[in-house]
Nanobody
Framework: QVQFVESGGGLVQPGGSLRLSCTTSARMGHNLAWYRQTPGKRREWVATIGVFGVTEYADSVKGRFTASRDNANNIMYLQMNNLEPDDTAVYYC????????WGQGTQVTVSS
């Protein structure tokens, strides 16, 4: 079973930054993605990073978030800058076409 482990979340003030990490047992031949979810809402896509590093972002985070990956170590990152209260959510990583297994996610709270 493919595993995903997210880390790096926390409490940050508006305008602050966080860097999330995702360690996965998925083969690095997959396009990987970040997702987020708030209580009562469906999980939403945030960003995708392809095998060779090509990225796509949701309009809500474009220009503020940057995804990257280290294929040699099976790690993916999400650098989040200029955070806004609406970015508050549990963040998850998975493949662009998600596997059935999800990690526990990492909580990001943006609040003053």
């Amino acid at each position: 079973q493919v595993q995903f482990v997210e880390s790096g979340g926390g409490l940050v003030q508006p305008g602050g930054s966080l860097r999330l990490s995702c360690t996965t047992s998925a083969r690095m031949g997959h396009n990987l993605a970040w997702y987020r979810q708030t209580p009562g809402k469906r999980r939403e896509w945030v960003a995708t990073i392809g095998v060779f590093g090509v990225t796509e972002y949701a309009d809500s985070v474009k220009g503020r978030f940057t995804a990257s990956r280290d294929n040699a170590n099976n790690i993916m990152y999400l650098q989040m800058n200029n955070l806004e209260p609406d970015d508050t959510a549990v963040y998850y990583c998975n493949a662009q076409e998600p596997f059935d297994s999800w990690g526990q996610g990492t909580q990001v709270t943006v609040s003053s």
